[in-house]
């Protein structure tokens, strides 16, 4: 099903009606990136945070490769054929046909600075992964921006944090996750830090919840999970040894 077309000029109203499209047929694809954001937070909609995007992001899984190549062609996106062949099995990328933009799609995890596994989280009703993976793929990037500072605020000063639903952010998964990486930890904690510097500098008006309160929050809830042997031990090691990778590592 090839859903109406008349907005397709909007990247932002293209990239909810592919979203929804993907839920509606039942295709493991759910939007992730600023994109994402947008839809999930009213705040990221207006200053100081509001911004242009260019292109999108989607995660996918390895187990609906085959319907997902299928949807993308009904809906009209041409595949970059060398990328994919080489890189395939760990993302793809695809173009809009006039050439107005590219989505680029992960499968089965987000590998930049750290690495964070998304299977099993792409079959939900949402037309987004998960809240609480949105907010890690932001806050798990070691050199972060005011861009992607910006979209993590917002998303906390938007969303409750609470279970692990399609409603809110579900502050255990977070804990789950970091309590198995001290290095993903780390990098998430110091972010953290910067988000609550952040929100004081420029905090957005007229939100639903205080965004260092909900730092604050989190932090209580990452402390008190249990940790893995292997955190432990990599904790006593600290930042002696680099916890993180670089975008070169990464492409490479």
Same mark, same amino acid.
């Given at each position: 099903?090839? @859903? /109406?077309?008349?907005? =397709?000029? #909007?990247?932002?109203?293209?990239?909810?009606? +592919? %979203?929804?499209?993907?839920?509606?047929?039942?295709?493991?694809?759910?939007?992730?990136?600023?994109?994402?954001?947008?839809?999930?937070?009213?705040?990221?909609?207006?200053?100081?945070?509001?911004?242009?995007?260019?292109?999108?992001?989607?995660?996918?899984?390895?187990?609906?490769?085959?319907?997902?190549?299928?949807?993308?062609?009904?809906?009209?996106?041409?595949?970059?054929?060398?990328?994919?062949?080489?890189?395939?099995?760990?993302?793809?990328?695809?173009?809009?046909?006039?050439?107005?933009?590219?989505?680029?799609?992960?499968?089965?995890?987000?590998?930049?600075?750290?690495? @964070? /596994?998304?299977?099993? =989280?792409? #079959?939900?009703?949402?037309?987004?992964?998960? +809240? %609480?993976?949105?907010?890690?793929?932001?806050?798990?990037?070691?050199?972060?921006?005011?861009?992607?500072?910006?979209?993590?605020?917002?998303?906390?000063?938007?969303?409750?944090?609470?279970?692990?639903?399609?409603?809110?952010?579900?502050?255990?998964?977070?804990?789950?996750?970091?309590?198995?990486?001290?290095?993903?930890?780390?990098?998430?904690?110091?972010?953290?830090?910067?988000?609550?510097?952040?929100?004081?500098?420029?905090?957005?008006?007229?939100?639903?919840?205080?965004?260092?309160?909900?730092?604050?929050?989190?932090?209580?809830?990452?402390?008190?999970?249990?940790?893995? @042997?292997?955190?432990?031990? =990599?904790?006593?090691?600290?930042?002696?040894?680099?916890?993180?990778?670089?975008?070169?590592?990464?492409?490479?």
């Amino acid at each position: 099903m090839v @859903l /109406d077309v008349s907005n =397709r000029r #909007d990247i932002r109203a293209e990239a909810e009606r +592919l %979203a929804r499209a993907a839920v509606a047929e039942g295709v493991p694809f759910r939007l992730m990136g600023g994109l994402a954001v947008w839809l999930r937070s009213e705040s990221v909609r207006r200053a100081p945070y509001a911004r242009e995007y260019a292109d999108m992001d989607f995660a996918a899984s390895s187990r609906g490769r085959a319907a997902i190549k299928a949807f993308l062609e009904r809906q009209g996106y041409v595949p970059e054929k060398l990328f994919n062949a080489i890189h395939g099995a760990q993302r793809l990328n695809y173009a809009e046909k006039a050439g107005l933009w590219t989505m680029d799609i992960l499968i089965d995890e987000l590998a930049m600075s750290h690495r @964070l /596994d998304l299977r099993g =989280r792409l #079959d939900g009703s949402q037309f987004t992964i998960p +809240l %609480a993976d949105l907010l890690l793929t932001k806050l798990q990037i070691w050199e972060i921006n005011r861009k992607d500072l910006g979209d993590a605020l917002c998303l906390l000063a938007d969303n409750p944090l609470g279970e692990d639903s399609d409603d809110s952010i579900g502050v255990q998964r977070i804990a789950h996750v970091l309590g198995s990486d001290w290095g993903f930890c780390h990098t998430v904690e110091r972010n953290l830090d910067k988000l609550c510097e952040q929100w004081a500098a420029e905090p957005v008006p007229e939100v639903k919840y205080d965004v260092a309160r909900q730092v604050k929050a989190i932090r209580a809830t990452i402390e008190a999970a249990p940790k893995s @042997l292997g955190w432990k031990a =990599r904790a006593r090691i600290g930042e002696r040894v680099r916890w993180y990778q670089t975008p070169e590592e990464v492409r490479h």
